[in-house]
């Protein structure tokens, strides 16, 4: 029996049916379908009108929405800038990249026709475009012959553009100018570079353009003193005409030709001259990069002249040293030199292994992560046992010399790994010393990676590996040799020619005339860097080809077929490699980017003063014409040839010392 308060006839109170109200006015149209209170099919509800508002629901809107059609170049103004210079430089690095059929100038090119495409791309494209210069090869006859200029026409109009347009000047950060035109006063030629640097406000590096310094005025060398943006920096010092005047009447040279331990000392710099050349440094707060390469005869004194310069550069990194001198640094020097990130110590005899034990026992010197000690003459085990535990931060380590570092009379190896470093993951050996058989140095290397000291190795490049010792600690290799290895001492032998007197020259240094068809000189090409010798890399990968190819005629697996009598009835020899499949090391003969197999892998200073590809004298070398963007074979149009073709010019990349 229901209860009597159920049973009472009488209108709802007024709460009830504000909330029933309110609960009709809240349904949508999906729950009155499904309401089992409606007598009326789904169908007859969507194709009834449109009830009012206080029946609860309204005609719901269409499923599919027309959208307003959009403006032209609606959609790309709203895309921000980031993505469109994301896009740019996209397009830089396809035709810069080294397998490119593309030059400089052809990239240059299609920045222009983006700049013009549309307004918002103009300033993006102008970044692109003025940020990294990179002016390659000779100008164009018809350049020159338009604005009646000799040489230097691209130069001239680079130069009214910033002087004319401060916004355009401040953009640029770098700057690759062409190689001297023939015939051209170098004088003149610095001046006209000097004069574009002196526009830029925000100029941070010149590349490519190297000049030696003999310590007199020189206008390009003042320009990029007042750069105070300036990051990196190459001196290539020669000796100045009171030191050539000094050698020339020095006869202790000549009496001391046949000694081969004598070691001439250059002329010392007059007072002026190294005060000059000190004050050169002295706005560059900003420089993170300093090479110094001394060719014969110069040299910087007093002996506190590079202490001196380092001081004024607080944010320096990056130190290369090349050929100095003993009068010019020397282990107390060292032992002076601030907190780098990259150290590259080069021909240096001024430097021993208990200086080189001293450094890197600083504090100072755990911060170096790449270290390069190329002829230093590293005589001590010890010493580069310490030089490897004591840098915490070493990545990458280079050692190139001829004789192999020795342990001391009086000390024993009882313990390996001898030589480890818990963060080393590439590391550069090379001491072609004895090319039958490995040295002690070798033996105790090795035997340190076989017993974990270097667990975070990844790449191992030993150029004179005579034993195969170090091909066998890291991870196969299906071959190794390259395509052009079976064939180079072949060609060799069919365009060799007679080889001039012997010099004293580094084995990368270039070998063509100074001249090319192109109207440039090239005069570092006539330097001479003397340096000892280095291992080659194509005879090392012959070498390792052929202990891989013995290694294939020993199998590493046996497979037997037996009969149904038990008996073998064949044999099969599986896996033939040499290495070890769980090593994480890869084998490297192959050399750096930029660096030559002639020089054992590693960039040297002649790669870095060299043409980089834009000499279109060495043979074998093709410049762009700007043809590669036309249609195949020969262009019928002449308009479409006239449109896509330039100069012929090489393709021209920058080298970073290693």
Same mark, same amino acid.
């Given at each position: 029996m229901r209860p009597a308060m159920y049973n009472r006839p009488g209108r709802p109170? =007024?709460?009830?049916? =504000?909330?029933?109200?309110?609960? =009709?006015?809240?349904?949508?149209?999906?729950?009155?379908?499904?309401?089992?209170?409606?007598?009326?099919?789904?169908?007859?509800? @969507?194709?009834?009108?449109?009830?009012?508002?206080?029946?609860? @629901?309204?005609?719901?809107?269409?499923?599919?929405?027309?959208?307003?059609?959009?403006?032209p170049g609606e959609l790309f103004a709203a895309l921000p800038e980031e993505v469109l210079g994301l896009i740019l430089d996209e397009l830089k690095k396809l035709h810069l990249k080294p397998s490119s059929t593309s030059c400089a100038t052809c990239m240059m090119r299609d920045l222009c026709s983006v700049a013009i495409s549309g307004r918002k791309f103009l300033r993006i494209a102008r970044g692109a475009l003025y940020e990294d210069i990179e002016l390659i090869g000779a100008d164009s006859h018809t350049q020159k012959k338009r604005y009646k200029l000799n040489f230097g026409s691209r130069l001239v109009l680079l130069r009214r553009s910033l002087r004319c347009n401060p916004e355009i000047a401040s953009m640029v950060h770098s700057l690759k100018a062409p190689a001297l035109p023939q015939g051209v006063p170098l004088d003149l030629y610095q001046n006209l570079v000097a004069s574009i640097i002196m526009a830029c406000p925000n100029?941070?590096?010149?590349?490519?353009?190297?000049?030696?310094?003999?310590?007199?005025?020189?206008?390009?060398?003042?320009?990029?003193?007042?750069?105070?943006?300036?990051?990196?920096?190459? @001196?290539?010092?020669?000796?100045?005409?009171?030191?050539?005047?000094?050698?020339?009447?020095?006869?202790?040279?000549?009496?001391?030709?046949?000694?081969?331990?004598?070691?001439?000392a250059p002329g010392d710099l007059l007072p002026q001259q190294s005060e000059d050349f000190l004050e050169l440094h002295t706005d560059w707060e900003h420089l993170t990069t300093l090479s110094i390469h001394c060719l014969p005869g110069a040299t910087l004194t007093p002996v506190s002249l590079i202490p001196d310069i380092l001081s004024r550069l607080p944010a320096l990194e990056n130190l290369h040293l090349s050929h100095l001198p003993f009068t010019a640094f020397n282990d107390a020097n060292l032992l002076s030199l601030p907190s780098l990130q990259t150290l590259t110590l080069s021909h240096l005899p001024g430097v021993s292994s208990e200086g080189l034990s001293s450094f890197v026992r600083r504090p100072s010197s755990r911060s170096i992560r790449k270290l390069t000690l190329q002829h230093v003459d590293v005589d001590s085990l010890p010493a580069l046992s310490q030089i490897l535990s004591n840098l915490t931060s070493l990545e990458t380590f280079a050692l190139v010399q001829s004789s192999a570092p020795i342990m001391p009379a009086n000390e024993m190896i009882w313990l390996f790994p001898y030589l480890a470093s818990p963060s080393l993951r590439k590391l550069h050996w090379d001491i072609p010393s004895n090319q039958s058989h490995a040295n002690i140095a070798d033996s105790i290397l090795a035997r340190s990676v076989s017993a974990n000291g270097f667990p975070s190795l990844r790449i191992l490049r030993t150029p004179n590996d005579p034993e195969g010792i170090f091909q066998a600690l890291c991870k196969p290799m299906a071959t190794i040799e390259t395509a052009t290895d079976k064939?180079?001492?072949?060609?060799?032998?069919?365009?060799?020619?007679?080889?001039?007197?012997? #010099?004293?020259? #580094?084995?990368? #240094?270039?070998? #063509?005339?100074?001249?090319?068809?192109?109207?440039?000189?090239?005069?570092?090409?006539?330097?001479?860097?003397?340096?000892?010798?280095?291992?080659n890399l194509s005879q090392s990968r012959l070498a390792a080809q052929s202990r891989l190819e013995a290694a294939w005629q020993t199998p590493r697996f046996v497979v037997n077929v037996m009969g149904d009598d038990g008996s073998v009835v064949e044999s099969y020899g599986l896996a033939g490699f040499i290495g070890q499949i769980e090593s994480k090391i890869r084998y490297c003969v192959t050399p750096d980017k930029g660096a030559s197999d002639e020089n054992g892998g590693l960039v040297d200073v002649s790669d870095v003063l060299g043409d980089g590809g834009e000499n279109l004298r060495v043979e074998g070398r093709e410049g762009c014409t700007g043809r590669w963007n036309t249609y195949s074979g020969n262009v019928v149009d002449k308009k479409d040839r006239e449109r896509w073709w330039h100069t012929e010019r090489g393709r021209w990349r920058p080298v970073a010392l290693s």
């Open positions: 109170s =007024s709460s009830t049916s =504000s909330i029933a109200s309110s609960v =009709s006015a809240n349904e949508t149209f999906d729950a009155i379908l499904a309401s089992p209170a409606s007598s009326r099919t789904s169908f007859e509800s @969507w194709n009834s009108n449109s009830r009012r508002i206080e029946y609860g @629901w309204q005609r719901p809107a269409p499923i599919k929405q027309y959208r307003r059609r959009r403006e100029f941070e590096q010149l590349i490519g353009f190297y000049q030696n310094h003999d310590y007199s005025f020189n206008r390009l060398f003042h320009a990029l003193s007042t750069r105070r943006k300036l990051k990196e920096m190459h @001196w290539t010092l020669e000796a100045s005409q009171f030191q050539r005047k000094h050698r020339l009447s020095n006869t202790a040279a000549l009496q001391n030709s046949d000694d081969p331990n004598y070691r001439e064939f180079r001492g072949l060609i060799s032998k069919c365009t060799s020619r007679p080889s001039p007197p012997a #010099t004293p020259t #580094t084995p990368s #240094t270039p070998k #063509t005339p100074s001249k090319s068809p192109s109207g440039l000189s090239f005069p570092m090409e006539d330097q001479l860097f003397p340096s000892k010798a280095s291992s």
